[in-house]
């Protein structure tokens, strides 16, 4: 069975547009831009032209001969129409009718009116769209939760401290997790019976590892135990190289330092190294036996203390803090050391972040550096507690920052901040 | 961090003038310490491990009176006739002393709590608990001098120790006393142990262990002090002794000298002479980035608590921290005043750069994120539980000798179970969880210098209430093909996948990786309640690409 789509139906009503257009040109000649105004013009057009009714002159439409005649005589396609509802059309008949798109089987007639969900491409290759209605959405209702790919928020912080170190000219540096005390401590004047080798705050492991070339490790052992050439006394208790061959993990990034400083440093430098280090102690709410320290070192001509306090002042200001103070401290490789405290607008509270210090004479002697060298180190996990507000290290770093916390955080929190 | 715990009153009383909490917090910070809490009267100021001279409130107060009035104590000691005499036999276990007598002293509670609290701190920090120094203090008025210090058989070492009532040999002391539980270390595998001992046999004290009873306890009836410090290093004997005796005379003692007799040489101790110290005014203002003159830098010392005689500086006995001239001008940009540095900010031109490793690992993490997955951060401290047993898994590793943290003790050598891990801690939440990390493992290596290998891995999981093999291989795969890195999967058989559901990673006919579905197993032991497919693939070849 077919039936009239309702562009077939609307000629029924109303004749066929080329039927319509030969009527009006046998009444008077058209001009081409006034005939365009006519209802449905390019089909009647498309199919007067076909047909042979018509012509057009110095733009005015004008009827051919068999124009006249097709206004007097009864029209195929019109006697068609007629024809669908009684069912009769012939094979060639529904052929004729389907490719002018005036009927289709009842079937689709009946899908098409009923209301649709989704667009899809048959109905725009059809044209099949202009028959159907789609279902209304209810447009007002928010979204359902999806969860995009996310960089973790302790990487944004990383990423942003490195961003910062190489807009103020510092080049990134690495080295191994798993250090020689010689390179985490000896090599930067730190006593063989310093408190921070003891078990309870370094992580050892089994078996030694190898000491550099001779020639640093004697100028190392001279130092330690006599001050070398510096004018240092020296820390007066024997060097000995099986302390400082003992295997374990960094406890600061300060040892990437020293073995850059071993590797051989140009003059203007500056580098930086953001890396995970480990201390021996059990895990709470602000401690995690591991870590990460940011730190970067400059070394230069005419460096001194207020230079130190102008590189820590530019720093802060590019994580956002205006405020600061210093703080005279202690540090076994630096002389003078400052701690460095930035005022948070946000918490209304002072925060450190920073430790800072010029490299002491003995702890540059032995790498034949003769300028002075500043640096300062930042507590990486500390930084991210303050700008995700959280009050656990847990929820920024390792297994126990879940899901939950890595779908929910404002990825715009460190610029923010 | 060292404490310095006292009564805020007691502490207010010793300084020379009235002084608020807040004024005192500014001095403290000036100075470079911080009051950690103050509870009603109970302070706690935060020392740095340089000064354990302030590790007593006279300490304390005697640098902040300097600091604010000048004119720094000066001490010295008159000759008391007194001698120690050393036997040789010490040289095996305790081979130095050097001793002191202090009188006229006026004990009370206060006080007296103070120096026992005083030894204590010093014990822990500077003597390093006691192995490079052992204090002890006795009435003099019990003991019959000359002293004598030797060592002698354990066995035969007979006395009662202090906080006990009965009598014990060394042996008995090291195994029963709470105090040769806590340093018997110290003397252990010594076939001698040394003691003081008086000339009438009474023993005054088995150092660096405890005190006898009778002769070794200072009451608020004592008036006068012997002192003694032993241990393996004569300079840091001589320093803890100023340390002490300093402290006593600013109690209002009187400093005596005891003749200390080596079979080979005399002392005559405490020594309380400063030390003079050069300062170069050039090196002062190269240092701090200032303008000052000579005297003003002598000035700023002498508020630090350095002597000044006839234009010269000596640095105070008590202080154990000065080994070069850049401590004597932390020193003066202390007393110049931290907030009246004005910071300066250098143009240094130099370029800056990152890593090329951090630059790929960027590229890949873009990556990943684009394929929908979370990034994770978890730890590299790991234990064999986690990495082996519940994964089903062995290789060589890394493990700690000493961890304090009881939940770890080796690094982790495969990401896959800390990942694991993350998915176990995110089970409440909305499926599927798409994970991954890029992150070091720590192997063992012979052939370097650390004896192991940092290896940076790419680790990735799915899980979902249905999740199969083809899901993670075909994120692989886009791995693969976005670095332009040809590879293959070669069927694995590996316990902590599904047989036949896992393949093992192959670049350049090495393999580098493992990719599959979780055995149930490993689930189970994980207490995961959803399938999990995942791979782990080594980039350490692609970082160190040249």
């Known amino acids: ?417 | 961090m060292v404490m310095l715990n006292t009564s805020l009153n007691y502490l207010q009383t010793l300084i020379k003038k009235k002084v608020s909490v807040k004024e005192l917090e500014d001095i403290l910070f000036n100075l470079g310490f911080e009051i950690d809490s103050l509870k009603g009267d109970e302070i706690a100021i935060e020392i740095t491990p340089d000064r354990p001279d302030l590790l007593s409130t006279h300490g304390l107060a005697r640098a902040i009176n300097a600091f604010l009035f000048k004119k720094p104590e000066k001490y010295e000691a008159k000759k008391s006739e007194i001698k120690v005499i050393v036997d040789e036999s010490v040289n095996s276990v305790r081979p130095y002393t050097v001793c002191s007598v202090v009188r006229n002293l006026k004990f009370d509670e206060q006080n007296l709590k103070e120096i026992v609290n005083f030894q204590e701190k010093l014990h822990e920090t500077f003597a390093r608990k006691r192995k490079k120094a052992a204090i002890g203090i006795y009435p003099l008025e019990k003991i019959t001098p000359p002293i004598y210090y030797k060592a002698v058989e354990p066995q035969k070492i007979k006395f009662v120790p202090l906080d006990s009532d009965k009598e014990m040999n060394g042996n008995e002391i090291l195994k029963k006393h709470e105090k040769g539980r806590k340093y018997g270390e110290l003397l252990l595998g010594k076939k001698l142990y040394p003691i003081f001992i008086d000339s009438k046999n009474e023993i005054l004290s088995m150092p660096p262990i405890i005190n006898s009873a009778k002769l070794g306890k200072v009451t608020t009836k004592t008036k006068d002090v012997f002192i003694e410090c032993s241990g393996e290093d004569i300079s840091t004997l001589l320093k803890t002794l100023n340390l002490i005796a300093t402290t006593l005379a600013d109690f209002g003692g009187k400093i005596y000298s005891v003749e200390v007799v080596y079979p080979d040489k005399k002392l005559e101790t405490p020594d309380l002479k400063p030390e003079e110290v050069k300062i170069n005014i050039l090196n002062v203002n190269k240092i701090l980035g200032t303008n000052i003159s000579k005297e003003e830098a002598i000035n700023f010392l002498e508020r630090m608590g350095y002597l000044i005689e006839d234009g010269k500086v000596f640095a105070p006995c008590y202080r154990t921290d000065i080994l070069h001239e850049i401590d004597i001008i932390d020193d003066i940009g202390r007393a110049y005043g931290v907030k009246n540095f004005k910071p300066d900010f250098p143009l240094i031109a130099t370029t800056g750069g990152l890593l090329k490793e951090t630059k790929i690992k960027n590229r890949i993490r873009e990556l990943m994120i684009g394929l929908g997955f979370q990034e994770v951060f978890t730890l590299i401290l790991s234990s064999s539980e986690e990495q082996f047993s519940k994964m089903r898994y062995e290789s060589k590793a890394i493990f700690l000798q000493n961890q304090i943290e009881k939940s770890i003790n080796m690094l982790r050598v495969s990401l896959l179970p800390e990942l694991l891990k993350v998915l176990k801690n995110s089970q409440h939440y909305s499926f599927p969880q798409k994970i991954f990390e890029i992150a070091e493992v720590i192997l063992p290596d012979e052939k370097t210098e650390t004896k192991s290998v940092d290896k940076t891995n790419i680790c990735a999981l799915i899980s979902n209430s249905v999740v199969n093999y083809e899901e993670i291989s075909s994120v692989l795969d886009s791995l693969f093909s976005n670095l332009h890195i040809n590879y293959k999967l070669k069927e694995a058989r590996d316990k902590r996948f599904i047989n036949g559901r896992s393949a093992k990673i192959i670049i350049n006919k090495e393999e580098r990786g493992i990719i599959g579905e979780f055995c149930p197993k490993v689930l189970e032991n994980f207490n995961l309640e959803n399938p999990v497919v995942g791979f782990e693939l080594d980039l350490s070849l692609l970082l160190k690409q040249p």
């Open chain 1, 1 to 417: 069975m077919y039936k009239l789509t309702e562009e077939g139906l609307k000629y029924l009503k109303k004749g066929l547009p080329e039927i319509n257009l030969v009527k009006k040109l046998k009444e008077r000649e058209l001009k081409f831009a006034d005939a365009k105004k006519l209802e449905n013009f390019n089909i009647a057009l498309q199919w007067a032209k076909k047909n042979n009714w018509i012509k057009i002159e110095k733009g005015i439409l004008k009827l051919t001969e068999k124009g006249e005649k097709a206004t007097k005589e009864k029209y195929k396609i019109e006697e068609l129409l007629n024809k669908v509802a009684k069912n009769e059309l012939s094979e060639e008949e529904v052929r004729i009718l389907s490719k002018r798109n005036l009927i289709k089987k009842e079937k689709e007639i009946r899908m098409e009116r009923k209301e649709i969900l989704n667009l899809t491409p048959e109905l725009l290759k059809t044209g099949l769209w202009r028959e159907v209605k789609f279902k209304k959405y209810n447009v007002e209702v928010p979204g359902k939760k999806i969860y995009p790919g996310k960089k973790h928020p302790l990487n944004l912080i990383i990423e942003k401290i490195r961003e910062i170190f190489v807009e103020m000219g510092f080049k990134e540096i690495n080295g191994p997790l798993i250090e020689t005390a010689f390179w985490d401590m000896d090599s930067m004047f730190i006593p063989q019976d310093h408190p921070a080798r003891e078990i309870q705050d370094t992580f050892y492991l089994s078996g030694k590892g190898d000491l550099p070339d001779k020639d640093l490790v004697d100028k190392v052992r001279e130092i330690q135990e006599k001050g070398g050439k510096t004018g240092s006394i020296g820390w007066r208790i024997k060097w000995n190289p099986e302390i400082a061959r003992q295997l374990l993990l960094r406890t600061h990034t300060t040892a990437v330092t020293y073995r850059k400083f071993a590797r051989g440093i140009e003059i203007p430098s500056k580098y930086f190294c953001i890396g995970r280090v480990f201390r021996n102690e059990e895990a709470d709410s602000t401690h995690l036996p591991e870590f990460h320290q940011a730190e970067g070192f400059i070394a230069a001509e005419g460096l001194n203390l207020r230079s130190l306090m102008g590189f820590i002042k530019e720093f802060y200001s590019k994580i956002g803090i205006e405020k600061i103070k210093f703080k005279f401290a202690y540090n076994p490789y630096t002389e003078p050391s400052l701690e460095a405290f930035g005022y948070s607008e946000k918490m209304k509270r002072w925060i450190e972040l920073i430790n800072s210090g010029i490299f002491r004479p003995e702890a540059l002697a032995p790498y034949n550096i003769k300028v002075p060298v500043i640096a300062w180190g930042l507590a990486v996990e500390r930084l991210a507690m303050f700008v995700f507000e959280k009050k656990s290290i847990k929820e920024i770093l390792g297994h126990t920052c879940d899901l939950k916390d890595l779908r929910q955080y404002d990825i715009l929190k460190v610029e923010k901040w």
